[in-house]
Each structure stands twice: as C-alpha cells, then as structure tokens.
C-alpha cells in the first residue's frame, strides 16, 4: 500500500478533490493463477472502499 493523497476526480460533472491510494502486488504465476490474484485485489479494494461490508454475512 503506499499513501493516500489527494487528486482531483470527476464527480457529477464537477472536478473535485478525493482521496486515493495505489494498491499493488506481486504474485508468483507459477503457484497461483492470474484471474485468482485478480479476484483477490478486486476483493480487497472493495473492502478498502467500503469497511462495513467487513461485517456483512
């Protein structure tokens, strides 16, 4: 994870100012599959996005 800044984003038509953070990893092909590891990131931006579905069942 590297730190969150603030860049400017399109929000209903109008340039606003939202926090961002770049994300990023590495796997090993050789033991885990491409569209596995893409789905786990996917996974945990979603929860980085929104922390309450955390608690959801």
Do not use: W
Request: glycine share 6%; net charge neutral.
């Amino acid at each position: 994870m590297n730190r969150i800044i603030d860049k400017p984003v399109i929000l209903n038509g109008a340039m606003v100012a939202r926090k961002t953070m770049n994300l990023s990893s590495s796997f090993d092909h050789r033991v885990i599959d491409g569209m596995v590891a893409a789905e786990f990131i996917q996974t945990i931006r979603g929860y980085l996005e929104c922390p309450a579905t955390l608690f959801v069942e």
